[in-house]
């Protein structure tokens, strides 16, 4: 078990230690762009011939995007993604709740290094709660880059809602090299029989995309109607319909599991927005075990917990099983819980046990509708640098800034 040691008191220059000699280093705290800006993404290209190390972020319902070269010190204005899709008669005009994805080796003919994004199109603005019909229209898209982040074309949809202002939201992917396969898993509430589930499908080009009911190709979303997508696989679908696992984010660690957290709301529609962060283990990313199995709640070993917007990342630094870094919205248990506290969860043995450190941020101005709604965790290409990024209330409270940490991770042995 490694728990802290030290922590300076100064923000930046704060060195936190952990009991097997690992240290974190921040050496870097700083805006990435004004309000208004919400669910950011980014990826750091580790596969790209001429750019690895490029940090590309993301945010908003126009997916703005921003590209460093410099390791997060500087960000400069890419073209933004555009969706703009006639169908039946609505226009995919709102896009966001997106993810960012590099892939690692060749998908069919995308190569290499093409950067992915894949998110949720809609037809109007987001409801005021999940499964109220405001007459959107939701569908999974994916948007391509073959210049490292320059610039997004759309390649089409991966699945769509199925029930009129039901919807499909928040798709995160993951490659398993042993087969080829692109995961999408994402959060769908479009069936009435459950609150919401998390599902996914799988592709080996990214044109097909195989689903429980079948295949379809993202590229004919025009001429295609919603009951030709077919029914995803199910990853957790709750026994109780009133439960509503949502924001899943996948990472493969050094022993060969898959560690997947997500958010798990008992009751969304009757007012409890503390969602615990939970998790599951599998060694295939097709087969989660039964939809039933809620998973379980992530704890510290002092009985911290997180709430809502998970984010998880691996890094094989810092010790023999590496690390594996959990944030969320904020807390909701623990001897300091508050929802302006947000420790960063870590684990050195592949999620048994968790200790925390605190965020970075000025945790007292996220008080904003929204604030820390979506967390970031990326790595360097050589791994031995972590980025955080999130959304944080302004100083007036009437909106979110985006923000970035920069950790330098060093393995020291006393």
Request: charged share 25%.
């Amino acid at each position: 078990m490694c728990v802290i040691l030290n922590e300076n008191p100064s923000n930046t220059g704060k060195i936190i230690r952990f009991t097997n000699g690992t240290e974190l280093e921040l050496d870097l705290v700083k805006k990435i762009c004004p309000s208004p800006a919400n669910y950011g993404m980014g990826v750091v290209l580790k596969n790209s011939e001429n750019h690895n190390g490029r940090f590309i972020f993301s945010y908003g319902h126009a997916l703005k995007v921003f590209i460093s070269d410099d390791e997060g010190e500087t960000f400069r204005n890419a073209v933004p993604m555009k969706d703009g899709t006639e169908w039946n008669g609505a226009t995919f005009e709102h896009v966001g709740m997106s993810s960012m994805f590099e892939l690692p080796e060749a998908v069919g003919n995308f190569p290499k290094g093409t950067v992915i994004s894949c998110g949720t199109s809609m037809t109007g603005p987001y409801g005021e709660k999940p499964g109220v019909d405001n007459g959107t229209k939701s569908a999974i898209h994916i948007f391509y880059s073959l210049d490292s982040g320059e610039s997004f074309e759309l390649l089409g949809y991966i699945d769509m809602e199925r029930n009129l202002g039901l919807g499909v939201w928040e798709p995160f992917m993951l490659y398993e090299k042993e087969t080829g396969k692109l995961f999408c898993y994402y959060s769908d509430d479009s069936l009435q029989e459950h609150d919401q589930k998390i599902v996914f499908k799988y592709s080996t080009d990214l044109i097909n995309w195989v689903g429980e009911g079948g295949t379809v190709d993202c590229t004919q979303y025009k001429i295609l109607k919603k009951e030709d997508y077919p029914e995803p696989f199910d990853v957790i679908a709750c026994d109780n319909p009133e439960y509503r696992p949502g924001m899943p984010e996948v990472v493969r660690m050094k022993n060969g599991d898959y560690f997947m957290v997500y958010e798990m709301y008992p009751g969304w529609h009757l007012g409890d927005f503390n969602g615990d962060v939970y998790c599951k283990i599998s060694r295939d990313p097709g087969n989660w075990g039964d939809p039933a199995d809620y998973g379980k709640p992530i704890k510290t070993v002092d009985e911290k917990m997180l709430a809502s917007a998970p984010y998880v990342g691996w890094t094989p630094a810092g010790g023999e099983n590496g690390m594996l870094f959990v944030s969320g919205r904020h807390m909701i248990s623990g001897e300091e819980s508050s929802v302006h506290k947000d420790d960063i969860f870590v684990s050195f043995d592949y999620g048994k046990n968790f200790t925390s450190f605190e965020n970075p941020f000025d945790l007292n101005r996220r008080i904003g509708a929204w604030s820390g709604r979506h967390p970031v965790i990326e790595f360097s290409p050589d791994m031995k640098t972590l980025y955080y990024t999130n959304q944080i209330c302004n100083d007036a409270g009437d909106g979110n800034e985006m923000w970035l940490a920069r950790y330098r991770i060093k393995e020291r042995k006393y």
